[in-house]
C-alpha cells in the first residue's frame, strides 16, 4: 500500500510569507505526527493527532505555527509570517492506534529566503 | 534531557566490517527505537526493543539493551555501501511522541 506522502517536497519562501505544508497518512492510520529537522540537529516534535481527540500542540515553536486535520486523514501544517530560522525539513508521521512504530513521509524542506 | 544521545556523532568504516552505534538515555522507557534516515529526508523504522528485552535481531541488525545503564547499541554486521545513512535511537515518550536524538553519520565506504 501507499505510504505517508508529503507535498510539495520542496518549498522557498520569502521572509514573511505563509505557508502550507500537506501530509497524507497512510489509510486506516488514526495518529498523525509532525516533526521538524533543522540542519544538523535532531528531530523535534511539533504537533500530534489521535483520532476526534484534541491536538497535541505541546511541540509548536510559536504561535505562528498551526496545523489542522481534516475528516481524520489529511493534515496542514501553516506557518505565517515565516522567519529564515523556520528554514528546516518538516517530517510527517502516521501509526496505528495505540501502535509505537511511525511511518514517516519524505518530508518537505522548507527554505525561507 | 529526555532525548537519547547517539554516539559517536560520525562513524566512517569499511565495507564488509561492522557498525556499533550506541544511544544513552537519562529517563525511563517503556521501548526504545533505532531509525534510519538517508540523505536528510524520511525516516525508516528499523527494530524497537522493549525494557523487558535485552537484545534482538532483524537480518544483519542486532540491537541491545540495557536498562540498569540506560543504554542501547545498534550493531549493523558486514556493513554495505548501501548502509550509508544518519541513525536515530528515539524514545517514547507522552503522547505517543518521540524524542530522537541527533543521530550518527555512518558512512560505509566501498
Known amino acids: 500500500g501507499a505510504g505517508v506522502s508529503q507535498s510539495p517536497s520542496n518549498k522557498v519562501t520569502e521572509k514573511g510569507k505563509d505557508v502550507e505544508l500537506r501530509c497524507d497518512p497512510i489509510?486506516?492510520?488514526?495518529?498523525l505526527y509532525w516533526y521538524r529537522q533543522s540542519l544538523g540537529q535532531g528531530l523535534e516534535f511539533l504537533i500530534y493527532?489521535?483520532?476526534?481527540?484534541?491536538?497535541?500542540k505541546s511541540g509548536l515553536p510559536s504561535d505562528r505555527f498551526s496545523a489542522e486535520r481534516t475528516g481524520g486523514s489529511v493534515s496542514t501544517l501553516t506557518i505565517q509570517r515565516t522567519q529564515q530560522e523556520d528554514s528546516a525539513v518538516y517530517l510527517c508521521?502516521?501509526?496505528?492506534?495505540?501502535?509505537?512504530?511511525?511511518?514517516f513521509g519524505p518530508g518537505t524542506r522548507l527554505t525561507v529566503l | 534531557s529526555q532525548q537519547g544521545e547517539e554516539d559517536p556523532q560520525a562513524l566512517s568504516i569499511q565495507e564488509g566490517e561492522n557498525a556499533t552505534m550506541n544511544c544513552s538515555y537519562k529517563?525511563?522507557?517503556?521501548?526504545l527505537q533505532w531509525y534510519r534516515q538517508n540523505s536528510g529526508r524520511g525516516l525508516v523504522h528499523l527494530i524497537l526493543?522493549?525494557?523487558?528485552?535485552r537484545e534482538k535481531h532483524s537480518g544483519r541488525l542486532r540491537v541491545t539493551l540495557d536498562t540498569s545503564k540506560k543504554s542501547s547499541s545498534l550493531l549493523i554486521t558486514a556493513s554495505r555501501a548501501a548502509d550509508t545513512a544518519s541513525y536515530f535511537c528515539?524514545?517514547?515518550?507522552?503522547?505517543?511522541?518521540?524524542?530522537f536524538g541527533k543521530g550518527t553519520k555512518l558512512t560505509v565506504n566501498p
Open positions: 529517563t525511563s522507557i517503556n521501548n
Open positions: 528515539a524514545l517514547l515518550r507522552g503522547s505517543e511522541k518521540l524524542v
Open positions: 526493543i522493549r525494557s523487558n528485552e
Open positions: 489509510s486506516g492510520h488514526t495518529a
Open positions: 493527532f489521535q483520532g476526534n481527540s484534541a491536538p497535541d
Open positions: 508521521a502516521s501509526s496505528l492506534p495505540q501502535a509505537d512504530t511511525q511511518y
